[in-house]
């Protein structure tokens, strides 16, 4: 299909880049021998776990030393999955940590365990990843920004969605001014439902438990919108968070709301953030709205765009992000060698502390009816 110039222009810079810039995907070395990264992980209650263990393979430059659960029976499973040595396994992440000294740690517990588990690794002075959202509350968040700040370690969180293409291309063409400011973003994340997909109990159980999870497809998937327009703003706090939550599927979700729609107005934009268990199909994809221009993203690595004076939409193939964040592990690795600096980023700690001020003030209006007044978070 024939581009536009933009799309012609972008692309080109794109390539042109790549091709300039100089390796950096490459391991340290030491005494002359590369030397992988060592990782840890910590919990195997989250699904996510399995994404990890599956890519390790095509990771040779990533070294796992360790895993901390006190679960038997998540042990053997994927011990027996993944052909994982016994010398692997540890009932504490402290010892754990003691014993392997990672230098990163992988946390793959419910959410309201990334606080405790943060602060036995930072004690340690091992940095951390965990999976999104940073914690269950905003005083969690504050707390572990002091943790982080007191031992000089990093905390990210990892979001599938960071190391989608087509979201970078929409991000760069508002960064260039190609949309004109940013008028309206529309996000929508989520599928039929984590009973309905089939996750595994231990994953199930925490997902629909509000004391592990903070709430249920208002923080699962509402986060990823969230904390897609703090990237795309800049780290500016909204003016006002509204959020409505239904409960579409009580026999299923008892305890939790199972659909949630998040509204962000800023002074001169609106976000309508849309996180569901109720989707009929999977979903991540994003529509942002300037006022000269639209990008639509398309799964992880295509986009349709119209700009101003077009007379219509194209489609187009998004660039390949950088070797250094083309995925969680090869990013951590880039942190490690100081190759890149997570500072307002969609990993980043502080996009996430006004990420969980944002979902924190989306579960209060959920509940009381009433659109929360922000100001910057502290």
């Known amino acids: 299909m024939k581009r536009t110039p933009f799309l012609a222009i972008f692309l080109l810079a794109a390539a042109l880049s790549a091709q300039q810039s100089p390796?950096?995907?490459?391991?340290?070395?030491?005494?002359?021998?590369?030397?992988?990264?060592?990782?840890?992980?910590?919990?195997?209650?989250?699904?996510?776990?399995?994404?990890?263990?599956?890519?390790?393979?095509?990771?040779?430059?990533?070294?796992l030393v360790g895993i901390a659960d006190a679960d038997s029976n998540l042990i053997a499973k994927y011990q027996q999955k993944y052909h994982l040595d016994n010398s692997l396994f540890f009932k504490s992440e402290a010892n754990m940590i003691e014993v392997r000294r990672p230098q990163w740690v992988l946390v793959y517990t419910s959410i309201a365990q990334h606080r405790p588990a943060i602060d036995i690794a930072a004690q340690y002075g091992v940095s951390i990843m965990v999976e999104k959202p940073?914690?269950?509350?905003?005083?969690?968040?504050?707390?572990?920004?002091?943790?982080?700040?007191?031992?000089?370690?990093?905390?990210?969180v990892n979001y599938e969605t960071t190391w989608y293409a087509s979201n970078r291309a929409a991000f760069d063409a508002v960064r260039e001014n190609k949309l004109g400011p940013i008028r309206r973003v529309v996000v929508h994340d989520g599928h039929q439902g984590p009973e309905e997909i089939g996750v595994p109990p231990e994953f199930l159980s925490w997902l629909t438990d509000p004391a592990q999870n903070?709430?249920?497809?208002?923080?699962?998937?509402?986060?990823?919108?969230?904390?897609?327009?703090?990237?795309?703003?800049?780290?500016?706090?909204?003016?006002?968070?509204?959020?409505?939550?239904?409960?579409?599927?009580?026999?299923?979700?008892?305890?939790?709301?199972?659909?949630?729609?998040?509204?962000?107005?800023?002074?001169?934009?609106?976000?309508?953030?849309?996180?569901?268990?109720?989707?009929?199909?999977?979903?991540?994809?994003?529509?942002?709205?300037?006022?000269?221009?639209?990008?639509?993203?398309?799964?992880?690595?295509?986009?349709?765009?119209?700009?101003?004076?077009?007379?219509?939409?194209?489609?187009?193939?998004?660039?390949?992000?950088?070797?250094t964040e083309k995925d969680s592990l090869s990013y951590l690795a880039a942190v490690l060698a100081g190759k890149v600096k997570p500072k307002g980023d969609l990993s980043s700690l502080d996009t996430n502390i006004t990420v969980m001020q944002i979902l924190d003030a989306a579960r209060q209006s959920a509940r009381t009816g009433q659109t929360v007044h922000l100001r910057p978070a502290n």
């Open 134 to 156: 940073l914690t269950i509350s905003l005083d969690d968040a504050y707390h572990i920004r002091d943790v982080a700040n007191q031992h000089q370690v990093q905390v990210l």
């Open 23 to 63: 390796r950096t995907d490459l391991p340290s070395y030491t005494g002359g021998q590369p030397q992988p990264m060592r990782v840890a992980v910590v919990g195997l209650e989250h699904g996510h776990v399995e994404g990890f263990l599956s890519a390790l393979p095509q990771h040779p430059d990533v070294q």
């Open 214 to 323: 903070g709430a249920g497809a208002l923080y699962d998937f509402g986060c990823y919108g969230v904390d897609l327009m703090t990237w795309l703003m800049h780290g500016e706090t909204p003016q006002t968070v509204t959020a409505v939550v239904n409960h579409d599927k009580p026999e299923k979700y008892r305890n939790v709301d199972d659909d949630a729609t998040i509204i962000l107005q800023y002074p001169h934009a609106q976000a309508v953030i849309m996180g569901s268990w109720n989707w009929p199909f999977s979903r991540k994809d994003m529509e942002v709205y300037g006022a000269t221009g639209y990008v639509i993203t398309v799964g992880p690595d295509h986009l349709r765009v119209r700009l101003e004076h077009e007379s219509q939409e194209q489609s187009a193939a998004a660039p390949s992000l950088p070797p």
